[in-house]
């Protein structure tokens, strides 16, 4: 199935790239800007990025790894207003 006219991305290249770099490095995130570079490609006009990303979501080897779930976001040193000045 074609997911990307602009680039002809198939389905089956999206599956490929990510099985592949699952296979390379168990522990990375696939984004879809890591399957666009495996693929050799660029996003173009981004009509194709929700079947883009559906296809993606379709692959069992895009998992999360183990250890980088349920981490918590660091603390933030900004204040509430974020150091805005206040209107007069």
């Known amino acids: 199935m ?5 680039q002809h991305i198939t389905a089956e290249d999206i599956h490929a790239a990510i ?13 879809p800007g890591k399957v666009y570079r ?10 194709c990025m929700p079947l883009f990303l559906s296809t993606m979501r379709s692959n069992n080897n895009l998992e999360v790894p183990m250890h980088l779930r349920n981490l918590k976001s ?5 204040t509430q207003n974020e ?3 206040e209107s007069y």
């Open 2 to 6: 074609i997911i990307c006219h602009c």
């Open 19 to 31: 099985d592949w770099m699952r296979a390379a490095d168990d522990k990375t995130i696939i984004t």
């Open 38 to 47: 495996a693929l050799g490609k660029a996003a173009d006009c981004g009509g």
């Open 74 to 78: 660091a603390a933030t040193q900004e």
């Open 83 to 85: 150091r805005r000045q």
